[in-house]
């Protein structure tokens, strides 16, 4: 398994940073992933595991931490934050 570069952004709560890391960590598995993908597939494939897979609360705060600054995050998971369906709504 590869080690990925992704870093959550610090906050204040430990919970929440703690649960950060973790979807940061898990959305870095899912990019590690499709890497191997044509480039035109693999940001709509990461993006379309999230949308699946994830549940509202974790897609709305992954967003939440990362759409105003995406720069903890590898290149991939980058282009794939803006088709990751926001998690309110349906």
């Not at 598995?29 to 480039?39: L, N, R, T």
């Amino acid at each position: 398994m590869t080690q990925t570069t992704e870093q959550p952004p610090a906050g204040t709560d430990a919970h929440a940073d703690d649960k950060l890391a973790k979807l940061t960590r898990m959305a870095g598995q899912i990019a590690d992933f499709f890497k191997s993908y044509p480039e035109a597939e693999a940001a709509a494939s990461v993006a379309d595991h999230i949308n699946q897979f994830w549940t509202r609360r974790m897609r709305a705060d992954f967003l939440a931490a990362y759409t105003a600054r995406p720069d903890g995050l590898s290149p991939l998971l980058r282009r794939a934050l803006p088709l990751i369906r926001p998690g309110g709504g349906g």
